[in-house]
Protein backbone atom coordinates (compact mmCIF):
# COMPACT_ATOMS: atom_id res chain seq x y z
CA UNK A 1 0.00 0.00 0.00
CA UNK A 2 1.94 3.01 -1.11
CA UNK A 3 -0.01 5.97 0.46
CA UNK A 4 1.78 9.85 0.78
CA UNK A 5 3.50 10.68 3.82
CA UNK A 6 2.31 14.04 5.03
CA UNK A 7 5.06 16.39 6.17
CA UNK A 8 6.03 16.72 9.69
CA UNK A 9 4.94 19.20 12.30
CA UNK A 10 6.80 22.21 13.72
CA UNK A 11 6.20 24.74 16.46
CA UNK A 12 4.91 27.75 14.81
CA UNK A 13 2.92 25.55 12.30
CA UNK A 14 -0.68 26.57 11.68
CA UNK A 15 -3.28 23.51 12.19
CA UNK A 16 -7.44 23.36 11.82
CA UNK A 17 -9.89 21.82 14.17
CA UNK A 18 -13.10 20.20 12.61
CA UNK A 19 -15.97 19.07 13.69
CA UNK A 20 -16.88 16.07 11.30
CA UNK A 21 -19.64 14.46 13.24
CA UNK A 22 -20.74 15.37 16.92
CA UNK A 23 -21.12 19.08 16.44
CA UNK A 24 -20.49 19.18 20.42
CA UNK A 25 -17.55 21.05 20.80
CA UNK A 26 -19.42 24.36 20.13
CA UNK A 27 -22.58 23.67 22.12
CA UNK A 28 -22.72 26.27 25.21
CA UNK A 29 -22.10 23.32 27.95
CA UNK A 30 -19.09 21.96 25.63
CA UNK A 31 -17.31 24.82 24.84
CA UNK A 32 -15.03 25.45 27.72
CA UNK A 33 -13.75 21.89 26.81
CA UNK A 34 -13.03 22.17 23.37
CA UNK A 35 -11.06 25.26 24.63
CA UNK A 36 -8.86 23.21 27.04
CA UNK A 37 -7.89 21.45 24.05
CA UNK A 38 -7.12 24.18 21.57
CA UNK A 39 -5.16 25.84 24.48
CA UNK A 40 -2.94 22.36 25.01
CA UNK A 41 -2.56 22.61 21.54
CA UNK A 42 -1.23 25.98 21.37
CA UNK A 43 0.63 25.96 24.67
CA UNK A 44 1.98 22.23 25.16
CA UNK A 45 2.60 21.36 21.62
CA UNK A 46 3.14 25.20 20.00
CA UNK A 47 0.81 25.09 17.04
CA UNK A 48 -1.49 28.21 16.00
CA UNK A 49 -4.85 27.14 16.14
CA UNK A 50 -7.73 28.44 13.69
CA UNK A 51 -11.53 26.95 13.76
CA UNK A 52 -12.61 25.83 10.62
CA UNK A 53 -16.11 28.07 9.36
CA UNK A 54 -18.59 25.34 11.17
CA UNK A 55 -15.99 23.77 14.01
CA UNK A 56 -18.04 25.78 16.63
CA UNK A 57 -21.54 25.95 15.14
CA UNK A 58 -22.93 23.36 17.86
CA UNK A 59 -24.56 20.03 17.27
CA UNK A 60 -28.00 20.97 15.58
CA UNK A 61 -26.52 22.69 12.83
CA UNK A 62 -23.67 20.06 12.13
CA UNK A 63 -26.25 17.34 12.20
CA UNK A 64 -28.34 19.20 9.75
CA UNK A 65 -25.29 20.55 7.46
CA UNK A 66 -23.24 17.38 6.64
CA UNK A 67 -22.33 19.63 3.16
CA UNK A 68 -20.58 22.31 5.60
CA UNK A 69 -18.79 19.47 7.25
CA UNK A 70 -17.15 18.56 4.24
CA UNK A 71 -17.10 22.08 2.90
CA UNK A 72 -15.13 22.50 6.12
CA UNK A 73 -12.84 19.73 5.16
CA UNK A 74 -11.99 20.54 1.79
CA UNK A 75 -11.15 23.77 2.78
CA UNK A 76 -8.89 23.08 5.33
CA UNK A 77 -7.18 20.23 2.90
CA UNK A 78 -6.83 23.10 -0.10
CA UNK A 79 -5.54 25.94 2.37
CA UNK A 80 -1.71 25.99 1.80
CA UNK A 81 -0.97 27.84 5.54
CA UNK A 82 -2.91 24.73 7.15
CA UNK A 83 -0.06 22.38 7.84
CA UNK A 84 -2.73 19.63 10.19
CA UNK A 85 -6.47 18.71 10.64
CA UNK A 86 -7.63 17.79 14.07
CA UNK A 87 -10.72 16.22 14.55
CA UNK A 88 -12.74 17.83 17.36
CA UNK A 89 -14.54 14.31 18.50
CA UNK A 90 -16.45 11.61 16.70
CA UNK A 91 -19.89 10.73 16.78
CA UNK A 92 -22.08 8.47 14.29
CA UNK A 93 -22.83 9.67 11.25
CA UNK A 94 -19.95 11.44 9.53
CA UNK A 95 -20.50 8.93 6.38
CA UNK A 96 -23.06 11.91 5.66
CA UNK A 97 -20.43 13.69 4.38
CA UNK A 98 -19.43 10.97 1.57
CA UNK A 99 -21.18 12.67 -1.59
CA UNK A 100 -19.35 16.14 -0.72
CA UNK A 101 -15.78 14.80 -1.00
CA UNK A 102 -13.32 15.44 -4.07
CA UNK A 103 -10.93 13.13 -3.53
CA UNK A 104 -8.71 14.95 -5.94
CA UNK A 105 -8.19 17.95 -3.88
CA UNK A 106 -7.15 15.50 -0.99
CA UNK A 107 -4.99 13.61 -3.19
CA UNK A 108 -2.81 16.98 -4.17
CA UNK A 109 -2.59 18.36 -0.86
CA UNK A 110 -1.34 15.67 1.67
CA UNK A 111 -1.25 17.13 4.99
CA UNK A 112 -1.88 15.67 8.26
CA UNK A 113 -5.46 14.73 9.53
CA UNK A 114 -5.84 12.95 13.10
CA UNK A 115 -8.66 11.14 14.92
CA UNK A 116 -10.57 8.17 15.87
CA UNK A 117 -14.25 6.14 16.78
CA UNK A 118 -16.36 7.70 13.67
CA UNK A 119 -13.63 9.75 12.41
CA UNK A 120 -12.53 6.26 10.69
CA UNK A 121 -14.54 7.24 8.11
CA UNK A 122 -12.27 10.16 7.46
CA UNK A 123 -9.50 8.17 7.61
CA UNK A 124 -10.66 6.04 5.03
CA UNK A 125 -11.79 9.01 2.67
CA UNK A 126 -7.98 9.68 3.02
CA UNK A 127 -6.88 6.36 2.48
CA UNK A 128 -9.22 6.42 -0.75
CA UNK A 129 -7.51 10.10 -1.92
CA UNK A 130 -4.34 8.10 -1.67
CA UNK A 131 -2.94 10.19 1.65
CA UNK A 132 -1.65 8.00 5.10
CA UNK A 133 -3.45 9.89 7.71
CA UNK A 134 -3.42 9.00 11.74
CA UNK A 135 -5.90 6.88 14.33
CA UNK A 136 -4.96 9.49 17.12
CA UNK A 137 -6.22 11.81 19.83
CA UNK A 138 -9.23 13.85 19.43
CA UNK A 139 -9.51 17.48 21.10
CA UNK A 140 -12.44 17.33 23.01
CA UNK A 141 -11.46 13.62 24.46
CA UNK A 142 -7.75 13.31 24.88
CA UNK A 143 -6.26 16.72 23.74
CA UNK A 144 -9.04 18.29 26.95
CA UNK A 145 -8.28 15.19 29.27
CA UNK A 146 -8.73 16.51 32.86
CA UNK A 147 -6.20 18.45 34.56
CA UNK A 148 -3.16 17.53 31.70
CA UNK A 149 -3.09 15.15 28.95
CA UNK A 150 -1.50 11.50 29.74
CA UNK A 151 2.31 11.79 28.98
CA UNK A 152 2.01 8.31 26.93
CA UNK A 153 -0.61 9.86 24.76
CA UNK A 154 1.40 13.29 24.71
CA UNK A 155 4.96 11.68 24.04
CA UNK A 156 3.08 9.55 21.06
CA UNK A 157 1.75 13.08 19.69
CA UNK A 158 5.21 14.38 19.42
CA UNK A 159 6.76 11.33 18.03
CA UNK A 160 4.39 10.68 15.40
CA UNK A 161 3.57 13.83 14.32
CA UNK A 162 6.71 16.00 14.94
CA UNK A 163 9.64 13.38 14.58
CA UNK A 164 10.48 11.84 11.02
CA UNK A 165 12.42 9.08 12.49
CA UNK A 166 11.10 5.52 12.55
CA UNK A 167 8.25 4.99 15.05
CA UNK A 168 9.66 1.89 16.28
CA UNK A 169 9.07 -0.71 18.72
CA UNK A 170 5.37 0.46 20.90
CA UNK A 171 5.64 -0.63 24.36
CA UNK A 172 2.40 -1.22 26.23
CA UNK A 173 1.25 1.82 28.68
CA UNK A 174 1.42 0.65 32.50
CA UNK A 175 -2.06 2.32 33.47
CA UNK A 176 -5.21 2.58 31.42
CA UNK A 177 -8.46 4.15 32.41
CA UNK A 178 -12.11 4.21 30.89
CA UNK A 179 -13.73 6.01 34.04
CA UNK A 180 -16.25 8.58 32.70
CA UNK A 181 -16.65 11.63 34.01
CA UNK A 182 -18.97 14.08 32.65
CA UNK A 183 -17.87 16.65 30.91
CA UNK A 184 -19.20 19.56 32.94
CA UNK A 185 -17.10 22.53 33.91
CA UNK A 186 -17.39 21.63 37.46
CA UNK A 187 -14.82 18.69 37.04
CA UNK A 188 -12.18 20.03 34.96
CA UNK A 189 -9.98 20.10 38.03
CA UNK A 190 -11.13 16.07 38.49
CA UNK A 191 -7.80 13.48 37.55
CA UNK A 192 -9.85 10.45 36.24
CA UNK A 193 -8.74 7.27 38.12
CA UNK A 194 -6.71 4.94 36.84
CA UNK A 195 -5.64 1.58 36.90
CA UNK A 196 -2.45 -0.80 36.41
CA UNK A 197 -1.93 -2.74 33.47
CA UNK A 198 -0.48 -5.91 34.62
CA UNK A 199 -0.87 -8.04 31.33
CA UNK A 200 0.11 -5.79 28.78
CA UNK A 201 -0.50 -7.07 25.53
CA UNK A 202 -1.78 -10.65 25.08
CA UNK A 203 -0.51 -12.89 21.88
CA UNK A 204 -4.45 -15.02 21.59
CA UNK A 205 -2.39 -17.02 18.42
CA UNK A 206 0.66 -16.76 16.14
CA UNK A 207 3.88 -17.69 16.15
CA UNK A 208 7.19 -15.92 14.26
CA UNK A 209 7.42 -12.59 13.26
CA UNK A 210 5.03 -11.06 10.38
CA UNK A 211 4.72 -7.67 9.06
CA UNK A 212 2.41 -6.16 6.92
CA UNK A 213 0.99 -2.63 6.17
CA UNK A 214 -1.72 -1.05 8.55
CA UNK A 215 -5.38 -0.86 7.94
CA UNK A 216 -8.81 -0.73 9.71
CA UNK A 217 -10.36 1.45 12.47
CA UNK A 218 -13.25 1.26 14.85
CA UNK A 219 -14.82 -1.82 14.23
CA UNK A 220 -18.44 -0.19 14.63
CA UNK A 221 -17.62 2.26 12.11
CA UNK A 222 -16.09 0.07 9.67
CA UNK A 223 -19.92 -1.33 9.75
CA UNK A 224 -20.96 1.74 8.28
CA UNK A 225 -18.78 2.00 5.14
CA UNK A 226 -18.85 -1.51 3.93
CA UNK A 227 -20.47 -1.43 0.72
CA UNK A 228 -19.79 2.46 0.33
CA UNK A 229 -17.16 3.99 -2.06
CA UNK A 230 -15.01 3.89 0.50
CA UNK A 231 -14.64 0.31 1.08
CA UNK A 232 -11.15 -0.85 -0.31
CA UNK A 233 -10.70 -3.75 -2.35
CA UNK A 234 -9.74 -7.37 -1.07
CA UNK A 235 -6.77 -7.29 -2.40
CA UNK A 236 -6.15 -4.06 -0.22
CA UNK A 237 -5.69 -6.13 2.89
CA UNK A 238 -3.30 -8.18 1.30
CA UNK A 239 -0.28 -8.28 3.87
CA UNK A 240 -1.79 -6.01 5.97
CA UNK A 241 -2.06 -5.83 9.72
CA UNK A 242 -5.55 -5.20 10.28
CA UNK A 243 -6.29 -2.80 13.27
CA UNK A 244 -9.95 -3.37 14.81
CA UNK A 245 -11.03 -1.46 18.32
CA UNK A 246 -14.50 -1.12 20.07
CA UNK A 247 -16.51 1.80 21.15
CA UNK A 248 -18.01 2.94 24.54
CA UNK A 249 -21.01 1.56 22.98
CA UNK A 250 -19.53 -1.81 24.19
CA UNK A 251 -21.04 -3.70 21.36
CA UNK A 252 -22.40 -7.15 22.35
CA UNK A 253 -19.54 -10.07 21.98
CA UNK A 254 -22.25 -11.90 19.48
CA UNK A 255 -22.33 -8.54 17.50
CA UNK A 256 -18.32 -8.56 17.56
CA UNK A 257 -18.52 -12.48 16.36
CA UNK A 258 -20.76 -11.91 13.32
CA UNK A 259 -18.83 -9.01 12.27
CA UNK A 260 -15.46 -10.86 12.78
CA UNK A 261 -17.58 -13.91 10.70
CA UNK A 262 -18.55 -11.57 7.97
CA UNK A 263 -14.89 -10.48 7.69
CA UNK A 264 -13.91 -14.39 6.81
CA UNK A 265 -16.42 -15.03 4.39
CA UNK A 266 -15.65 -11.85 2.67
CA UNK A 267 -12.21 -13.07 2.31
CA UNK A 268 -10.41 -10.28 3.93
CA UNK A 269 -9.41 -12.70 7.52
CA UNK A 270 -7.70 -15.23 4.91
CA UNK A 271 -5.64 -11.52 2.77
CA UNK A 272 -3.94 -10.25 6.21
CA UNK A 273 -0.57 -11.19 8.18
CA UNK A 274 -1.64 -10.41 11.71
CA UNK A 275 -5.00 -8.72 13.39
CA UNK A 276 -4.16 -6.56 16.76
CA UNK A 277 -7.47 -5.78 18.89
CA UNK A 278 -7.20 -2.32 21.15
CA UNK A 279 -8.28 -2.55 24.64
CA UNK A 280 -12.27 -2.69 24.95
CA UNK A 281 -14.19 0.17 26.89
CA UNK A 282 -13.77 -0.44 30.60
CA UNK A 283 -12.62 -3.61 29.72
CA UNK A 284 -15.97 -4.94 29.77
CA UNK A 285 -16.40 -8.52 27.95
CA UNK A 286 -12.71 -8.79 28.25
CA UNK A 287 -12.86 -12.29 28.01
CA UNK A 288 -15.59 -12.86 25.93
CA UNK A 289 -13.88 -10.65 22.94
CA UNK A 290 -11.09 -12.92 23.13
CA UNK A 291 -13.69 -16.58 23.16
CA UNK A 292 -15.26 -14.99 19.74
CA UNK A 293 -12.00 -13.75 18.12
CA UNK A 294 -11.00 -17.00 18.71
CA UNK A 295 -14.07 -18.90 17.63
CA UNK A 296 -13.85 -17.07 14.00
CA UNK A 297 -10.36 -16.70 13.20
CA UNK A 298 -9.13 -20.66 14.92
CA UNK A 299 -12.01 -22.56 14.97
CA UNK A 300 -14.10 -21.67 12.15
CA UNK A 301 -11.54 -20.29 9.30
CA UNK A 302 -8.85 -22.80 10.73
CA UNK A 303 -6.41 -20.02 10.78
CA UNK A 304 -4.51 -21.23 13.53
CA UNK A 305 -1.31 -19.48 12.47
CA UNK A 306 -2.98 -16.41 12.31
CA UNK A 307 -1.01 -13.72 14.61
CA UNK A 308 -3.42 -11.84 17.00
CA UNK A 309 -2.32 -9.34 19.86
CA UNK A 310 -4.86 -7.96 21.89
CA UNK A 311 -5.29 -5.61 24.77
CA UNK A 312 -3.46 -2.45 22.83
CA UNK A 313 -3.65 0.96 23.96
CA UNK A 314 -5.28 2.49 20.95
CA UNK A 315 -9.11 3.37 20.28
CA UNK A 316 -11.19 4.18 23.21
CA UNK A 317 -9.12 3.77 25.76
CA UNK A 318 -6.82 5.75 27.28
CA UNK A 319 -3.99 6.46 27.33
CA UNK A 320 -3.42 5.98 23.78
CA UNK A 321 -0.59 5.40 21.23
CA UNK A 322 -1.42 6.85 17.42
CA UNK A 323 -1.73 4.34 14.21
CA UNK A 324 -0.34 5.74 11.21
CA UNK A 325 -2.60 3.92 7.73
CA UNK A 326 -0.10 2.41 5.36
CA UNK A 327 2.58 2.42 7.39
CA UNK A 328 4.60 -1.26 7.28
CA UNK A 329 4.74 -2.62 11.01
CA UNK A 330 5.88 -5.86 12.94
CA UNK A 331 4.31 -8.22 15.08
CA UNK A 332 6.76 -10.12 17.29
CA UNK A 333 4.64 -13.39 18.66
CA UNK A 334 7.57 -14.53 20.47
CA UNK A 335 8.60 -11.45 22.52
CA UNK A 336 4.86 -10.03 22.07
CA UNK A 337 5.68 -7.25 20.42
CA UNK A 338 4.72 -4.27 18.12
CA UNK A 339 6.24 -2.49 15.99
CA UNK A 340 5.82 0.32 13.27
CA UNK A 341 9.04 -0.06 11.26
CA UNK A 342 8.79 3.83 9.51
CA UNK A 343 7.91 7.07 10.05
CA UNK A 344 4.50 8.56 10.44
CA UNK A 345 5.69 12.01 8.56
CA UNK A 346 8.33 12.98 5.98
CA UNK A 347 10.80 15.75 6.17
CA UNK A 348 8.64 18.82 5.28
Given at each position: ?22 GGAGDSDILWRYEVGKKRLQEEFGLEVVEMPHTLSGTEYIYNHPEKRAEDLMMAVKDP ?268
Amino acid sequence: MDLKKPGKLKKGDKVATISLSWGGAGDSDILWRYEVGKKRLQEEFGLEVVEMPHTLSGTEYIYNHPEKRAEDLMMAVKDPSIKAIFSCIGGNESVRILPYIDYEVIRNNPKIFIGYSDTTITHFICLKAGISSFYGPSILAEFAENVEMFKYTKDWVNKALFEDDFLGTIEPSETWTSEYLPWEEKNKNIKRNVNNDDRGYELLQGKGIVQGHLLGGCIEVLEMMKGTELWPSLESFENSILFFETSEDKPEPTQVEYWLRNYGIMGVLQKVNGIIFGKPYDEQYYEEYKNVILKVVRDELKLVDLPILYNMNFGHTAPMFIIPYGAMAEVDCNLKKFSILESGVKNS
